[in-house]
């Protein structure tokens, strides 16, 4: 699988939190906000620039809805970890914004538009197909359930037809159907149409094997209700939550930069009214950032939770 490795626009800035070896970081409010106001910035600047539209072609629309789903949720566990004792809460939202920003990183993170356009046909399909089949499929029949049944039915054939004259289709239709009749854009190849796992994906995308063990294991008990979610909680083990989400939004933040290559958006961040209110707020610690930036120039990138 080929995905996109050129760095982003503010790679000098942002790059690769994680590394074996350098300048150990503490991570504290001040790195978490700088995140959480860069992503706010680049979400109000894409839904200006690629505002609601119905082609089921404007991936660059459609983007910018999941860019959006995923800051409400980084916003949502900032509220979780500062005023309450959630941990199980928040532990869910952070591993549905792992599983968010991994998805996004694997189909729009890539260098070959048309592999973009494909899995993201496949991807809007797979949501459509599961809405029909699970919340249409056992809502109670009545007008309005018929006329949204009737709407589902239609895009969900709009976008099989896409699929049908896209050029994959072409190289290879008995592999491509395959791949459409179970809306599967996490498949592997055209060659290998098998679907990848989470697990797996984690690993594709840039995730090391120690991140991703956590994922899987330690979320997973509180995802599932399992034994260890049942343990007893306090303010700074929720302040831990926090601090982990940081990885993925630097993760995340680079996706977006790597997916839209706008010189503009990073200028946007740096001369806007969001990046001020966070260099006036009581999180702001002008040697915490200064360290923090310090350290991912030189790409002495380790940072401690």
Known sequence: ????SEKSPISIVLYNLLAKNGIMIKANDTIFRFYLAMMDSFEKYLSERYPECNSIEDTKHYQTNIIEKIVRMFHTLELLTKNTLDEVSARCILRGIIDSVTAYCF?????????ILFRHYLYALDGWKVYNKSVLGISEKNEFSNKEECL?????????????????YAQDSSAANKIILSARWNYESLQNPRS???????????????????????LSQFVHGLCFSNK????????????????FADKFVQAICQAFRDQEMVNHFLFSDTLQKFLASKDFNCDDLADFASALVQKDKTLLI
Do not use: W
């Not at 990848?196 to 330690?218: C, D, H, P, R």
């Not at 007893?232 to 990885?247: A, C, H, Q």
């Open 1 to 4: 699988m080929q995905m996109m």
């Open 107 to 115: 189909i729009y993170q890539r260098a070959d538009k048309e592999e």
């Open 152 to 168: 589902c039915n239609h895009v969900i054939k709009q976008i099989e037809d896409k699929l049908h004259l896209h050029p994959f």
């Open 196 to 218: 990848i796992k989470y697990g797996e994906m984690y690993s594709l995308v840039g995730f090391n094997s120690s991140l991703t063990e956590y994922f899987q294991g330690y």
């Open 232 to 247: 007893g909680t306090n303010p700074e083990v929720l302040k831990t939550v926090m601090y982990e989400s940081i990885i």
